[in-house]
């Protein structure tokens, strides 16, 4: 394996010994190798190779020396020793050092735990409850074996929400439409249901996080995009973010019932129901906790259909095997093909190819061969991320990728005498949005997601490598109570010298009191459902046992104290928007009022990125009404 410029052997060497450092010894011999894969994901050039060069560089006496005070080269050292420098470095004033033990503790959790072997045994976890079907897919991208030059009316980029909503629309007004898709195609027989094989369906195969990784970035590519692998939660906008945009940009459709109109149109044919929302153990607890405080909860609306509700659901964030989850493959993009949509999957899209101040097409490659396809419009729909950067290397400017919003979430975990399998069950079943109305709409609600031991492990903090073991050992007996935050900090993505995306988010002190106290309040949720030890999220973790007197309050008042920001605590982002939104003002939006471009004509941007502001839920659905409305609109344009 090369890693460039880096001599990847001294990589490996490095790895290992701090894998040992890590893990207690405890890892096989494939881990140094998974890790190296696992950072040649790494999104931009400008964070892969100054990593990859540190960590060769500590296999020699010079580099030794500058990073850990000693001229040993870490390769010789022994695990005590490795696990020593970790320690520091997690401590360390210096930000460089923090972030390489951050980025090595990670590398090396996931790539022992994400696998199949002993440690799954030791915890209990099963790992994928049979085999795949052996169903026949439905889709048949177009294979590219030569340099192609294609021609269409519309061309999309991204098959997600957006970009299958849009497909169907325009495919069966007529329009001859080619989708272009970042990732694979895979469907049934294809969801082995490994956490470590999934990862090829999300975007840089989950190695995405803000640049100083305080928070990690989570989003589908594959052919259907984020709708393969999320939990199916569809949440209509709510009322009062509705107001709120209307307010804010001057679209009148936010407020009018038009924009509505395109939510009610798309969760019929997703068949949003909540009768699919039989709760697993991780989401009983938590209904139980909220009942016993008298707090808002209530069923998880989902994109469902003949979803099983049983253990196996747990596994669908690594793709649905039964087929119950109404996804953009398993619906936009099956009426789009049927109406004579074009998709191609592994396209790299670098640019979008604009002649007089008009899109006319898209430029890019499809693994060694180019791909060009001509178009009367362009329609971009690769998500918050990626959407900017398209823009950005397609020479847009303007507010092109400010305004990121990232519901940045975290949770409380509760420690409980029975197992909770937080593996299992229905993917979101339960939820509360007790304190949604705190500032005017910006509270936290309380959800729950299944977590796989790949995923515990990088999010249980890491203090040392006993301490960790004996966390992932309690793995089948924690639970958790999710506090997603709707943000008024603002991100930026920018590109870096390669073109692809770099994100620059901090959590402002606003959200940070917000989160603070949505942290407090979902502890005692755990409690009331009858956990006996509570551990705040943060990276020097605080715990406390309920029922000892003044326990609660001591811990509230220390998790107050340590803070949310500066890298004190992993934050997770299933939801990322806001890049490219929308409004009548070109200073300070990126597209119209029907998604057009300010700067280019025949442009458009209909995703994540579009929303004005963040939505304070699950956004999938609000994805599909833009989408829906934005498509319906140019259809009747070209037509």
């Not at 951050?102 to 049979?130: K, N, Q, T």
């Not at 990862?199 to 590519?221: C, P």
């Amino acid at each position: 394996m090369s890693a460039g410029p880096v001599d990847s052997q001294r990589v490996l060497r490095v790895f290992g010994a701090f894998a040992r450092g890590v893990l207690a010894e405890r890892y096989v011999s494939e881990v140094p190798s998974r890790m190296l894969d696992t950072a040649m994901r790494f999104a931009s050039s400008s964070e892969r190779t100054p990593f990859l060069r540190a960590m060769a560089a500590l296999d020699s006496r010079g580099g030794a020396i500058s990073l850990t005070g000693s001229p040993r080269p870490v390769s010789w050292l022994s695990a005590a020793e490795t696990e020593d420098i970790l320690r520091r470095w997690k401590s360390s004033p210096v930000p460089v050092r923090r972030k390489l033990a951050h980025v090595v503790i990670d590398l090396a959790c996931s790539a022992l735990y994400s696998f199949p072997g002993p440690e799954w045994e030791r915890m209990r976890y099963p790992g994928p409850l049979g085999t795949a079907p052996p169903t026949a897919k439905t889709l048949h991208p177009i294979e590219i074996d030569s340099d192609q030059q294609l021609q269409c009316d519309v061309v999309i980029v991204g098959s997600g929400a957006a970009g299958g909503c849009a497909a169907a629309i325009l495919a069966e007004a007529g329009l001859d439409v080619i989708v272009v898709e970042k990732g694979g195609y895979r469907a049934e027989p294809d969801f082995t249901h490994i956490e470590a094989e999934a990862r090829d369906m999300y975007l840089y195969g989950m190695t995405l996080a803000t640049a100083d990784l305080g928070v990690r970035i989570l989003a589908g590519s594959t052919l259907g995009g984020g709708t393969v692998v999320n939990f199916a939660t569809s949440f209509r906008t709510p009322d009062f973010v509705l107001a709120e945009w209307a307010r804010t940009t001057g679209i009148e459709a936010f407020a009018s019932g038009e924009f509505e109109e395109a939510l009610d149109a798309v969760a019929a044919r997703l068949s949003v129901n909540t009768d699919s929302s039989a709760a697993g153990r991780r989401d009983e607890l938590i209904e139980e906790g909220l009942k016993k405080l008298g707090w808002h909860v209530d069923m998880m609306p989902r994109a469902a259909r003949g979803c099983t509700q049983d253990e196996a659901c747990g596994y669908c964030g690594f793709g649905c095997r039964v087929g119950g989850k109404q996804s953009s493959m398993r619906t936009f993009l099956e009426d789009a093909a049927a109406a004579g949509a074009r998709m191609i999957v592994g396209a790299d899209v670098r640019t979008v190819l604009v002649d007089d101040g008009r899109a006319v097409g898209i430029d890019g490659s499809v693994g060694p061969h180019r791909l060009s396809v001509g178009a009367r419009a362009v329609v971009v729909a690769g998500g918050a991320i990626e959407s900017p950067a398209l823009l950005l290397r397609s020479g847009l400017r303007g507010s092109v990728g400010h305004n990121l919003h990232l519901h940045p979430g975290c949770a409380p975990w509760g420690l409980f005498d029975d197992e909770v399998k937080m593996w299992e069950g229905t993917t979101q079943a339960r939820y509360s949005n007790e304190f949604r109305d705190w500032d005017g709409g910006y509270g936290p609600i309380f959800e729950t997601i299944p977590v796989h031991p790949g995923q515990a492990s990088v999010f249980f903090e890491w203090l040392s490598s006993a301490d960790h073991r004996e966390r992932m050992t309690l793995y089948p007996n924690i639970g958790f109570c999710g506090v997603l935050t709707r943000d008024r900090s603002a991100g930026r993505v920018r590109i870096g010298r390669d073109g692809n995306p770099r994100i620059f988010y901090k959590v402002n002190s606003d959200d940070e009191r917000r989160i603070a106290e949505g942290v407090i309040a979902a502890a005692k949720v755990l409690e009331a459902a009858g956990a006996t030890q509570i551990s705040s999220p943060h990276s020097r973790t605080v715990t406390y046992v309920p029922g000892l007197p003044g326990a609660r309050e001591r811990w509230a008042d220390e998790t107050r104290r340590v803070g949310y920001r500066h890298g004190r605590v992993k934050f997770g982002s299933w939801h990322q928007m806001g890049t490219c939104r929308m409004g009548l003002d070109p200073t300070s939006s990126v597209v119209g009022s029907d998604n057009e471009s300010h700067e280019v004509a025949d442009l458009y941007v209909i995703d994540s990125s579009a929303f004005p502001s963040a939505s304070g839920v699950n956004p999938m659905l609000t994805v599909y009404g833009i989408a829906h409305r934005a498509a319906t609109k140019l259809a009747t344009r070209l037509s």
